[in-house]
């Protein structure tokens, strides 16, 4: 099947597939109208989840779902958080397991207790397909060949899903799955002859330091946060436009794509509902305010998620976008709540620690560990195709992050080991680990 045509004039596919999605013309395709649709279907989920999740039951039951008609009134509901989709399944289930068609347990070793787990029925992945395809036209032709480094093997699993969807779109998908081992990876890689490479930003870039030059049209990276080194390595070792999704499982994988103007995330807004609200509080940011992304499903039937923490932070974009959507538009991530760590003068992240290390012509990923004890301890573990000589320039690198060089003055002990020429293994997602002192 190829790709469905919608008659509409925009440059952005996803604006046409969002209007047939939410059934409106192109003369009323706008913002307010939009936000019309997404109060419809807020009311829908909020009435089906209360009528079929025990948990949605108890936790909305002061809810009158009729009586909601603005984003104020969106406002008034409480949050469903991590914590609660730990604890409460299957309570959040809104239809027998027998209906589901794939469940996703994500790791959630930072929090201790049971893990996360999302169900999806085969119309909720189908949604996500549908949005997988008009998300990749932005960047791919029919005809094209591209490189799929997400894991692929079980149904339903990211790669598996893009896979489909890129079919319907008319291009080749080349399923090469996870690279655990980046030179036989990029030896595949380059007899594969691939137009576009869709991966997780650490396992591309491992790649494009293990080919170096070759032709590539374009990258699609998907990924909570990308580091601009990162960005500028790929485009200058393979010469490719570098584009960015943003998603995470309980967004049902999707959530929102650059243009060809790179300048955030154009979403799914048919799917779903977005606030962004000021760090730990209810209240809305202001235009172009740092808050956390919170969302809303809008069509899931398995297991609908009403005002969902997701501990992203990212701001609003307001000015219009040059390709002239009028979808809803993030920056780029800019980072995770609670996941700096305080070196007691100052905040690292595992973003500062990116920009430095990934600039690097050799280091395709790392490990780091900051040890709470009497004398506090940043281990760092490196992968780097240059082999462990290089360690102590990587060191002085480092020292060029002020906040870092500050603390190892103060008596923070810095050390890096090499850990060999493959990717490392994070459980869950890249952060900095911390553990205390025993
Ligand atoms: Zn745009």
Not at 135 to 155: H, K, N, Q, S, Y
Not at 171 to 176: C, E, M, N, S
Not at 278 to 284: A, F, M, V
Request: glycine share 8%; hydrophobic share 40%; net charge negative.
């Amino acid at each position: 099947m190829n790709m469905p045509r919608f008659n509409f004039a925009s440059p952005n596919p996803l604006d046409a597939w969002v209007a047939a999605r939410t059934g409106l013309s192109e003369a009323d395709f706008c913002h307010t109208q939009l936000q019309v649709y997404q109060i419809d279907r807020f009311v829908d989920t909020v009435t089906w989840a209360k009528l079929h999740s025990p948990y949605y039951r108890h936790a909305l039951a002061d809810v009158n779902a009729h009586a909601l008609r603005s984003l104020e009134d969106v406002r008034r509901l409480p949050f469903t958080t991590a914590e609660d989709l730990c604890r409460n399944n299957p309570t959040l289930l809104c239809v027998s397991q027998n209906e589901i068609s794939r469940i996703v347990t994500l790791d959630t070793s930072g929090t201790g207790g049971s893990p996360k787990r999302l169900y999806f029925t085969p119309e909720d992945q189908e949604a996500t397909i549908d949005f997988f395809l008009h998300g990749m036209a932005v960047l791919t032709r029919p005809g094209d060949r591209v490189a799929i480094l997400f894991p692929g093997e079980r149904p339903g699993s990211v790669g598996g899903l893009l896979a489909l969807a890129l079919r319907r779109l008319g291009a080749t998908p080349i399923l090469l799955g996870w690279p655990h081992d980046s030179e036989t990876a990029a030896l595949q890689l380059k007899n594969s002859h691939v137009d576009i490479i869709a991966g997780a930003p650490i396992a591309v870039l491992a790649l494009a330091k293990s080919t170096g030059a070759m032709q590539v049209r374009s990258v699609l990276l998907s990924s909570d946060h990308v580091a601009q080194s990162l960005r500028n390595s790929l485009e200058k070792i393979w010469g490719c436009e570098v584009f960015e999704h943003y998603g995470m499982t309980e967004m049902g994988l999707g959530g929102g794509v650059d243009c060809t103007a790179h300048t955030g995330y154009h979403m799914r807004e048919n799917d779903l509902l977005i606030e962004l609200l000021q760090p730990g509080s209810n209240e809305p940011t202001q235009p172009e305010e740092l808050g956390e992304i919170v969302i809303s499903t809008l069509t899931r039937r398995g297991m609908p998620l009403i005002r969902y923490r997701t501990g992203d932070l990212s701001r609003l974009r307001t000015e219009t976008c040059p390709c002239g959507s009028p979808l809803m538009r993030l920056d780029y991530i800019h980072g995770r709540i609670g996941t700096p760590v305080n070196l007691g003068l100052g905040i690292l992240n595992m973003a500062m620690l990116d920009e430095v290390l990934l600039a690097d012509n050799g280091v395709i990923d790392f490990a780091a560990t900051y040890r709470l004890t009497s004398s506090p301890h940043l281990h760092l573990d490196i992968a780097s195709l240059n082999g462990e000589d290089e360690l102590p320039l990587l060191k002085c690198r480092l020292l060029e992050i002020p906040v870092l060089a500050h603390a190892v003055d103060h008596g923070l002990q810095l050390s890096l080991s090499y850990v060999g020429r493959e990717l490392i293994k994070h459980a869950g997602k890249r952060r900095i680990h911390v553990e205390m002192a025993p």
